[in-house]
């Protein structure tokens, strides 16, 4: 079941029904009524909330680790995706309402395994008994709790995974999606489609293209870098021809480029008319991301392997980034992601996400600055509670509480191996 539907959004809540004069006469009337629905709700996974709680405090963790085969593996310029695997972390609280989180992992086996010992281990310790409200405080304990080792890799995703989940608590008390909650800029965000990956069968680059403008999708990114630039202009005018006139076009190089190719494609990649130049340099060398800056005219668009609002701080000082793209995971959930967004927003700098699903579109919602939500297909059923719908090219987003990210428990049974 598709949790949006569960509220339609013209029928007013159980707050704003007792607030008039109707819900105070009816109120005794439909006690019995609502105290059902209430215990209704709280069967349902993933939807039990408490209006009236005052003291909310973490009483428990439980983390899940999924693996799953890849039938056709994809391939950017550096990575090769064939065995991914992720976490769901649950967190839960002394009133019944839990926090839900998932972490992926597109490459890297023992990865989930990691953060899921790093979650039980570490980090659960601190936050014991912790209001989720005071997440900032939360924040700063996991950060004190795991410096010895640093606040970066696996340490930083199992601290994401939490802040995330402590999040979606404070939506679940609140009974509001967390863009509400972040303060709503919009209620839906221009999704762009990443299909473009490389292939062993071309035809599928061509189809996948043209599939992602069928499907409403009026933004494409495919992958470069990997072989030659001629290669790489053969694939952007595949790709022109496939998705047609007045759809943005951006190019991803995953790092693989020294400053000098980077400079050479980048021009390349402008005469082409892409919209934006992905990832060309690896996330340490800001040097290069500043001459890039100042040479190309094309937007330089990167930031899913940094770790932090300081490595972010940094790149945008020194002009070397027009699009940050914070990843969840890495830059350390909601908490941090947000201000790096407001960072960026301060410096007249867009923002868009390192990948998709319900968290990443709420952030986005959040802010002025957010230009384009990553996703693959919308079609099918999504491996959360929550389908995403699309409507002309922007994607809704659902009206659930918090992040909209549990995952649905059939897919937990399915994957799990730990
Ligand atoms: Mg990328």
Request: include cysteine; charged fraction near 25%.
């Amino acid at each position: 079941m598709e949790l949006q539907n569960l509220e339609s959004p013209n029928i007013p809540t159980r707050r704003e029904f007792f607030r008039s004069g109707i819900g105070i006469a009816a109120g005794a009337a439909a006690s019995m009524l609502v105290s059902q629905k209430a215990i209704a709700d709280r069967k349902k996974p993933g939807v039990e909330t408490n209006r009236r709680a005052t003291d909310v405090r973490i009483k428990s963790v439980e983390t899940f680790v999924l693996a799953f085969e890849t039938k056709s593996p994809s391939r950017d310029a550096i990575h090769l995706f064939s065995d991914r695997g992720g976490v769901v972390t649950r967190i839960h609280t002394n009133i019944g309402v839990t926090g839900h989180s998932y972490t992926y992992f597109g490459t890297i086996p023992g990865g989930p395994r990691l953060v899921a010992q790093i979650i039980n281990e570490e980090l659960f310790d601190v936050i014991k008994g912790e209001d989720p409200f005071f997440v900032k405080r939360i924040r700063d304990k996991m950060w004190r709790a795991t410096e010895y080792h640093g606040v970066t890799g696996v340490v930083q995703f199992g601290i994401a995974a939490v802040d995330m989940a402590v999040w979606d608590i404070i939506g679940r008390v609140l009974e509001k999606p967390l863009y509400k909650i972040l303060g709503a800029f919009t209620d839906r965000v221009p999704a762009y489609a990443m299909v473009g990956w490389y292939y062993e069968d071309q035809e599928e680059f061509t189809k996948r293209c043209s599939a992602a403008i069928e499907e409403g999708f009026r933004a494409v990114k495919i992958k470069v870098g990997l072989g030659s630039l001629s290669d790489d202009i053969r694939r952007l005018k595949t790709a022109r021809k496939a998705v047609g006139d007045n759809i943005d076009l951006m190019v991803d190089a995953n790092q693989a480029f020294t400053v000098s190719t980077a400079l050479e494609r980048g021009k390349a990649y402008q005469d082409l008319g892409v919209f934006w130049f992905e990832e060309p340099l690896p996330p340490h060398n800001h040097d290069g991301y500043e001459e890039l800056g100042d040479k190309l005219s094309v937007r330089i668009a990167t930031g899913e392997n940094e770790y932090t609002k300081y490595a972010f701080a940094d790149l945008i000082k020194r002009g070397g980034v027009d699009v940050v793209q914070p990843d969840n995971r890495r830059t350390g959930g909601v908490t941090e992601w947000m201000e790096i967004a407001a960072l960026a927003d301060a410096f007249h700098i867009q923002v868009a996400s390192h990948g998709g699903g319900p968290g990443n579109l709420n952030m986005l919602a959040a802010m002025p600055n957010a230009i384009y939500l990553e996703s693959g297909s919308l079609k099918g059923q999504s491996m959360y509670e929550v389908n995403l719908k699309m409507v002309d090219g922007k994607v809704l987003v659902p009206d659930v509480p918090g992040l909209g990210t549990a995952v649905r428990d059939d897919f937990i049974e399915k994957h799990r191996v730990a």
